[in-house]
């Protein structure tokens, strides 16, 4: 475990379904300064798994006209981060 201090930016598409969290999750979130746990993976068996917990800081929704709506957020780690292999 290491502790840790600093941001992480991430960004997608906006993709709303059974499965997948909507922005409005990440949103809320955002507003309510819910603690959330963060996993990321690249989902390959072996590569490395970073799990920490962390506050949205920011987020921004991009809706063009025409275009995949996307979004962006910066999450400021709270606490150690864990790094361990990905099964």
């Not at 906006?14 to 996993?39: M, P, W």
């Amino acid at each position: 475990l290491k502790e840790a201090s600093g941001s992480v930016s991430i960004e997608g598409f906006y993709a709303e379904d059974a499965t997948n969290n909507s922005v409005e999750t990440l949103e809320g979130a955002f507003a309510d300064k819910t603690l959330l746990s963060v996993e990321f993976t690249t989902g390959v068996s072996g590569d490395s798994l970073r799990s920490f917990s962390a506050y949205i800081s920011s987020i921004e929704i991009n809706a063009e006209a025409q275009q995949d709506v996307t979004f962006s957020a910066t999450l400021e780690i709270d606490g150690a981060v864990t790094i361990t292999t990905n099964a």
